[in-house]
Structure formats: C-alpha cells, structure tokens
C-alpha cells in the first residue's frame, strides 16, 4: 500500500490515472479501481493526515511500477515522501485516534470523543445503543481522551512520545498516549486517556 496524501493528491492521481477523482465521481471513504502505468490498483478515498488522500493497494508484482510512476509525476506537484513518524505528526495534530494505540475496546466511542460519528437514529437501533445513552446522559464520563499542549513552544521545549503521565492537581490521571511535534501548530502535544473523576 501506499498511501499518496496531501493537497494536491488528487491532481497527482488524476494525471497519472484519468479517471474522474472529484468529490462527487470518488466521496470520501469509498474505494474504486483505477490504473496507474501498467497496474490496476484499488485507490481508497481516506485519510490518517487529516488532508486530502487515498490509499493505493498495489499488486505486489506493480508496486515498485506504481512508486516509480507517482516519483516521476509528483515533482510537478511537490511530492515528497514522507515516512511513519511524519504521518503519526499529522494524524496525532489533526486528533486521529489510532485503534490498538489511542483506543481500544476497553473505552466507548463517548469516552474516546467520537459521538459525534455514532449514528445514533440508526433503523433498527446497534449492540450497545441503551448502554451509550445512559453514559451520555452523565454528567461527566468517567473518563475521556483529552488533546494536551505544551505552553512551551520553544525550539528547546520537551517532547512527549507516549505513556507520560497526566497529572490534575499533583495526581496521576491517566497517561498519553501518542505524543508528537506540531509543526503546523509549532507545539509539544499528544492525545491521552484522562480520568475525570480521579484528582
């Protein structure tokens, strides 16, 4: 797979492609078959950097074909590789949870602060739906992922990676969970797991 994400990823793919990449040819979270040189790849519409993307799922026997035609197109586009750490950078300043990282099946979609996707009118109601209700008529969940910034925002500020602690008033609360350096925000900060009602 790879992934070719960035303002101008859909000029890049339609180029390379011809097919139709616009919003309403190709919505977000769909996935379409395209060709690219000689390959037929399945071009997934998301994103993990919070900017306009798709994932490329390549043949093994076309992958080096596929990079090779996106390196020698791209430079008209600005394309750049970027590697895992950059992509966590992005995901982790655009708030993106990562399952098995940030959330697991041990915290509901309210604590991890996703309620908002939750389709809660859904025909036929889900697993879990009275359960969810209730938590979100609490006052305050038990807990929840917070965002955290550093107020330092010097060149010399700390970093956080994962697992530091948070603390409310002197008390360990939770941990986080990534940590990263915005370079869009110029910040220290990372996601965690905060007990509210702990402290």
């Not at 790879?2 to 180029?15: D, H, W």
């Not at 074909?65 to 020698?72: I, K, R």
């Not at 990282?101 to 996707?117: N, Q």
């Not at 879990?128 to 979100?136: H, S, T, V, Y």
Request: net charge neutral; with cysteine.
């Amino acid at each position: 797979m790879i992934a070719v994400m960035g303002p101008n990823s859909r000029a890049l793919l339609q180029k390379l492609s011809g097919a139709d990449l616009s919003n309403a040819a190709f919505p977000f979270g769909t996935s379409q078959e395209i060709e690219i040189g000689y390959a037929r790849v399945r071009a997934s519409r998301i994103t993990y950097v919070g900017e306009l993307g798709w994932e490329l799922y390549i043949p093994t026997e076309f992958a080096s074909h596929v990079f090779e035609c996106l390196q020698a197109a791209g430079a008209e586009f600005g394309l750049a590789p970027a590697g895992m750490h950059t992509m966590n950078n992005c995901r982790t300043e655009k708030a993106y949870r990562h399952w098995g990282h940030d959330i697991s099946d041990e915290e509901t979609p309210l604590e991890a602060g996703l309620g908002f996707a939750m389709a809660w009118d859904k025909k036929g109601g889900f697993i879990g739906r009275d359960a969810l209700l209730k938590q979100k008529a609490l006052p305050v969940l038990p807990k929840r992922m917070v965002c955290l910034a550093l107020a330092d925002a010097s060149v010399n500020a700390p970093m956080m990676y994962h697992e530091e602690p948070i603390l409310r008033n002197g008390v360990i609360v939770g941990y986080t969970t990534p940590g990263a350096w915005g370079h869009r925000v110029t910040l220290s900060f990372g996601m965690g797991m905060f007990a509210s009602r702990g402290g």
